[in-house]
């Protein structure tokens, strides 16, 4: 058995913190690869490590002394490399960064030195080796991740050493330039690990246990997901659920690998786990996954009699298109079809596109909702079931929201209300307390 652990921002904030992850690594002796983060906030004022970088290369930037706010990322290393009596000479090694910082210095290089001097931190901790991320993680002359060298570089690394911790978020360029992933990105360089090592699982230490079936700024302490498929969970995170980096999810999925999510805080709660179906017999009786929702979607309904629904669609999607506007949703009638897509992303072009479409589809008329927000019930279970949608609609209905439009995921996943912007709120509570709570 073999396990890849990463541990996020909040679970390396701080000595104590340090500790919950070495006792959690030692609880179990195939958690030997570990991937880290840069150090998070230890509170809500607090400042992430990632965060006082970028804002060292700002001030360098405009020319103003960033002495302060490095001082700052020294002071917060030092404290957890003496409050836990390690030895990593920190001093020289930031010395060294901070002479550099006036001379060529790109910011990928200097943000990625959190994650850097954490994990460094961590492996002297944990008796793990350091393996650099940029002597392990490689991107292409265009950018892009290079799997097959990461890969080969990752399994090499574990095979010599055994026990590895692997800074997260960086890597490095054909050039040997370091290269830093999207914020948050710790997640996807924890999951190249487990594929390349062809880890049994991948485990995602955070500050929740788990993926909550509902936001909880909306629903008083909603439950977490206890089982959940990777299809499911894109459907939730692209209606808005913010879980894990989206980009994380590709490299285990390929490779069959469960992803688990887990609290630091709360080792003992199991978490969340993601996979790629779940068996009947281990299925609970509840049919809804999550919800989740996003408001400001306008949507266009275009009418016309006896159309050619393909024809006419293609011509309104190639109109979208050229305004570089994102069609999210599509429902179709006989002599009408509608298109959703978000308010911001029509922003000023909303009339000439309506102008467009009124003319390139010959149509009739040309009807627009704004101020609708778009609810997503998401359950694999759906599909199998009968009367779901009945449940649904009556639900909300006796709660006097209006259903505006609808919509259903072509795989089946999911059921997409939409509501006035207003009723938002009402339509999620509604949703949990009757399906999921
Ligand atoms: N430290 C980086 C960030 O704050 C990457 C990560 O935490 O995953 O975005």
């Known amino acids: 058995m073999l396990k890849t652990v990463k541990f996020g921002g909040s679970s390396v904030a701080g000595a104590d913190q340090f500790r919950k992850v070495k006792a959690i690594v030692e609880s179990d ?110 991107f292409n002359f265009e950018g892009q991740l290079d799997m097959d060298k990461t890969g080969s570089a990752i399994k090499t690394a574990l095979e ?82 913010s879980v894990l980096h989206e980009e994380s999810i590709l490299p285990v999925r390929e490779k069959g690998i469960p992803l688990n999510i887990r609290n630091t805080n709360r080792p003992e709660d199991p978490g969340t786990m993601i996979v790629g ?24 309904t275009l009418h016309r009699h006896d159309m050619n629904l393909s024809h006419t669609l293609s011509r309104a999607l190639a109109v979208f298109d050229r305004y570089h506007v994102n069609v999210e949703h599509i429902t179709l009638g006989l002599d009408s079809f509608a298109l959703v897509a978000s308010a911001a992303s029509l922003g000023d072009n909303l009339y000439e596109i309506i102008s467009d479409m009124k003319k390139e589809c010959h149509a009739e008329d040309i009807e627009v909702q704004d101020n609708i927000a778009l609810v997503a019930a998401v359950g694999r279970k759906m599909s199998s079931r009968l009367g779901t949608s009945g449940e649904i609609f009556n639900a909300l209905g006796s709660n006097g929201v209006n259903i505006r439009t609808i919509a259903q995921g072509a795989d089946e996943l999911s059921i997409i209300i939409g509501v006035d912007n207003r009723n938002f709120e009402t339509a999620i509570r509604v949703l949990y307390d009757g399906f999921a709570g």
């Open 29 to 138: 002796a195939s958690r030997r690869v570990v991937v880290v983060s840069a150090a998070g906030k230890r509170s809500s004022d607090d400042h992430k490590l990632t965060d006082l970088l970028y804002l060292c290369h700002a001030h360098l930037q405009y020319g103003v002394s960033c002495d302060e706010i490095f001082d700052s990322i020294r002071d917060r290393l030092i404290s957890i490399r003496d409050e836990l009596g390690l030895s990593c000479p920190l001093e020289e090694k930031l010395q060294a960064l901070r002479a550099r910082l006036n001379r060529d210095f790109s910011v990928d290089e200097l943000v990625s030195r959190g994650e850097y001097f954490t994990s460094m931190l961590m492996a002297e901790y944990l008796g793990y080796a350091f393996v650099d991320a940029a002597d392990c993680v490689f």
């Open 277 to 300: 179906n779940v068996e009947e017999e281990e299925e609970d009786e509840r049919f809804l996954t999550g919800i989740a929702g996003r408001r400001g979607f306008n949507v266009l």
């Open 160 to 241: 010599t050493y055994d026990r590895i911790v692997i800074p997260g978020f960086y890597g490095s360029l054909p050039s040997g330039r370091i290269k830093v992933m999207s914020r948050g990105g710790s997640d996807i360089s924890g999951a190249l690990a487990a594929a390349a090592t062809d880890s049994d699982i991948y485990e995602n230490w955070t500050d929740v246990s788990g993926i909550l079936m509902a936001d909880p700024k909306i629903v008083e302490k909603p439950r977490s997901i206890s089982k959940i498929t990777y299809g499911e969970l894109r459907e939730l995170a692209f209606m808005g659920a």
